[in-house]
């Protein structure tokens, strides 16, 4: 959410302010987080080349473009992405496009990664409760999601976005867009890029997101879920 502009408008400028010698500044604050398993984890749903890919290639891109967007903006290095993505409104027009796009990719993909190399099945405890409560149980869930990632013009995410009492809500989003923009904080989401499915599925996106629930590790979205309501889930 954005600060008030009359109280903080002298800590913005300094902010935001460029320094004498960009080229002393370190390469970047923001790193890769390695796969938490193996690439072919999640075969046969996911291939180990796609998985490789995305997450060697694509995601490292985010980050290396985020890095070099904020190299001459050395304050901004002390925002966590989840911060930066909030606060896009007060950066400089120069780079706003470039961190919305890059942080936005950067944040979704660490928390991909984060969910999936599991097994499936269904949710338990708590999170099932707020399933069937708010998206009307779990098979109706996935059609919805289902639906929803399959309705996304070009790139996207299809996301379920959690708020601090545990309500959940499903939100697609265009491109590397994260709910995080809005102050929501996401439970999950699947990345409907191609570059997430064409190597196996090509062209056939509900099958890929038909398959993708075999991969999931609920215990992982059930922490997602524990930490949301607790007020610790950054991204």
């Known amino acids: 959410m954005l600060p008030r502009r009359i109280l903080l408008l002298s800590a913005t400028a300094t902010l935001f302010a460029r320094p004498r010698d960009a080229a002393a500044q370190a390469a970047g604050p923001y790193a890769l987080p390695p796969l938490p398993y ?4 999640n075969e046969p749903h996911i291939d180990a080349q796609t998985m490789t890919i995305h997450h060697d290639r694509h995601h490292a891109a985010y980050v290396a473009n985020l890095n070099n967007a904020i190299k001459d903006y050395p304050q901004l290095a002390t925002l966590a992405p989840d911060a930066l993505l909030g606060r896009l409104p007060e950066l400089p027009d120069t780079i706003r496009t470039v961190v919305r796009n890059n942080a936005g990719g950067h944040v979704n993909h660490s928390m991909f990664w984060q969910i999936m190399g599991g097994k499936g099945g269904a949710p338990g405890g708590a999170l099932a409760a707020a399933i069937e409560r708010d998206l ?25 976005t959690v708020t601090k009492e545990g309500k959940l809500a499903l939100a697609p989003r265009p491109n590397q867009d994260s709910p995080l923009l809005d102050g929501a904080r996401v ?37 997602r879920y ?7 889930l950054a991204i």
């Open 38 to 41: 193996a690439p072919e984890a």
């Open 136 to 160: 009307g149980g779990l098979e109706a869930f996935k059609g919805a999601f289902n639906r929803a990632g399959a309705g996304v013009f070009g790139s996207g995410w299809v996301f379920v």
């Open 187 to 223: 439970l999950m989401g699947n990345d409907v890029w191609e570059h997430a499915y064409y190597l196996k599925y090509q062209n056939r996106r509900p099958d890929y997101l038909a398959a993708w629930w075999n991969v999931l590790d609920w215990a992982k979205i059930a922490a």
């Open 226 to 232: 524990e930490q949301a309501m607790a007020g610790t």
